[in-house]
């Protein structure tokens, strides 16, 4: 990480978990141990209809609240979505985009994650972009192409201003929910590979200032070896931020390495 150029966001994923009395004991868990994050910026994206009471639960504290998917259009016929407004009106400030598990079980494509990317920063959200290999794309030597891809795609037609808002984790999907982690010089060749991608569309001034996230395992024990990459700025974290003491202890290995 850089902390002379862009912040450290360490942000929870939960997924399809926690009702919202399991996310009161959570809070209650977590928010005795919080505030001495100065370093760096912590997120929990939950379950939409759990933003309204996360956002209540967290109000004295400095942790934000975002969402896990949204749609880009702003209103219509497509039940069972929300809108960027609906995120941004109920208290969110970040919504992950583009997320594998949405690429593979609800068909999103990089031209929707493009889409999404721009509805979200219009409304004033932080996209939290998502791009990765799938461990055949890895064994093929693909990884920097595919993700080149994405990047490019994703960011397509966005301002400067625009972009240095985007964060964007990179999540090899081989690495998600399966405790295998990349390692740190694999996960940080790729971060650098992907500021690399933004220097050359959007020049050096604006990759330097791009916060660019590691996802996939990470957890207390190996939080602080992979933020200790240069490139890495951060994680987009599973599993570990289920447990209030776990995603701690990787906001703390933030804190230490700044
Ligand atoms: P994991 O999930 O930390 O459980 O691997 C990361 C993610 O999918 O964002």
Redesign the pocket.
């Known amino acids: 990480m850089n902390l002379k150029y862009r912040k450290t966001i360490i942000a929870g994923?939960w997924?399809m978990n926690k009702t919202l009395s399991e996310t009161r004991a959570y809070a209650e868990a977590l928010k005795p141990q919080l505030g001495k994050h100065k370093w760096c910026e912590v997120v929990l994206c939950v379950p939409a209809v759990n933003i309204p009471g996360a956002v209540k639960l967290f109000k004295d504290t400095r942790l934000a609240i975002g969402g896990e998917n949204c749609h880009y259009e702003a209103s219509g016929a497509f039940t069972g979505e929300v809108t960027v407004e609906m995120l941004k009106e109920v208290g969110a400030k970040y919504v992950?985009i583009g997320?594998?598990?949405r690429r593979q079980y609800y068909n999103e494509t990089d031209l929707t994650v493009n889409k999404k990317v721009h509805a979200a920063l219009e409304a004033g959200l932080r996209p939290i972009v998502?791009v990765g290999e799938s461990l055949e794309q890895r064994e093929l030597d693909v990884t920097e192409e595919l993700i080149t891809y994405q990047v490019k795609i994703a960011l397509a037609g966005l301002t400067e201003s625009q972009v240095r808002r985007v964060v964007i984790?990179y999540?090899p999907i081989w690495?998600?929910?399966?405790g295998k982690t990349a390692t740190a010089e694999q996960a940080g060749a790729v971060c650098s590979h992907i500021r690399g991608v933004i220097r050359k569309l959007y020049g050096a001034r604006v990759a330097r200032a791009v916060t660019i996230q590691y996802?996939?395992?990470?957890?207390a024990k190996n939080a602080a070896e992979l933020l200790a990459q240069p490139d890495i700025d951060g994680g987009?974290?599973?599993?570990?931020?289920l447990k209030p003491d776990d995603f701690m202890a990787i906001i703390n290995a933030a804190n230490q390495e700044a």
């Open positions: 994923n997924k992950i997320h594998s598990e998502c984790a999540e690495a998600i929910g399966t996802g996939g395992s990470m957890n987009l974290i599973g599993g570990a931020s």
